[in-house]
């Protein structure tokens, strides 16, 4: 194989492209280390950063640091507006979606709960924990929490196969009408790097919100974390007129 001596990062992008290509690596795939790949193709290890780094921006590839570069998977895009459920939206997307049930316990709520569900401090609520997976990969780890006493037997009702939304409607007559949540930029911690698989300090995004029925009252507080390098958000703007 002829060697490079010197190449740009344009050229050395294109070199990447191609061992994807030849090499029929799949979304999630782990390139060669960077040292092996400099010296196979004889280019230097800045020029290969570069065009790794111009590779990552445009979502060809994914770098996980500790871990190494892999093969982007392209991320589902979700609007911050729409109240369907994540199995929906993914499933739209055309990816393949799983929901795993970590746990549905009853708890004490403390005060920042019982505020947000317009309960009694101390009354029970259930907690439920759910992680998600987008094409096997894991993409996100949500927390729901639900008064007991207006979903009784909840830890009974609760399946991998039915969305949280869909259940409350079948099993309870309650359906969720409208909803407040915020999105934030944040790290995973050590519990989350474990169940979304990675690194500790990994950046993920941070969803916090509170989902009303159609009376207005609120029905359920939730929390996720959610990979940044499978999921994007966006939202619809309005302009105001007066």
Request: aromatic fraction near 6%; glycine fraction near 6%.
């Amino acid at each position: 194989m002829q060697r490079l001596t010197v190449r740009p990062a344009q050229a050395v992008q294109e070199l990447l492209q191609a061992y994807i290509r030849r090499e029929g690596l799949r979304p999630g795939d782990r390139l060669p280390a960077e040292r092996e790949l400099a010296e196979r193709w004889g280019v230097s290890r800045g020029a290969l950063r570069a065009a790794i780094r111009t590779l990552s921006e445009e979502q060809v590839l994914s770098q996980r640091h500790g871990a190494g570069t892999f093969v982007a998977t392209p991320r589902v895009l979700r609007n911050l507006r729409d109240l369907r459920p994540f199995t929906q939206v993914v499933s739209d997307a055309g990816r393949t979606v799983r929901t795993e049930v970590l746990h549905c316990t009853a708890v004490d709520a403390h005060m920042q709960l019982a505020d947000r569900l317009d309960l009694d401090p101390g009354e029970r609520v259930w907690h439920l924990r759910r992680r998600r997976f987008i094409d096997g990969q894991p993409a996100a780890v949500e927390d729901s929490y639900l008064g007991v006493l207006r979903f009784p037997a909840l830890d009974e009702q609760v399946s991998a196969d039915r969305s949280l939304y869909d259940m409350m409607s079948e099993s309870y007559g309650i359906d969720v009408d409208c909803g407040y949540q915020r999105l934030e930029a944040s790290a995973a911690d050590q519990a989350d790097a474990e169940l979304l698989e990675l690194p500790v300090g990994e950046a993920v995004f941070r969803l916090t919100g509170v989902a009303d029925d159609a009376n207005g009252a609120p029905v359920e507080f939730f929390t996720s974390r959610v990979r940044a390098d499978l999921v994007a958000f966006a939202s619809t703007l309005d302009v105001a007129r007066v």
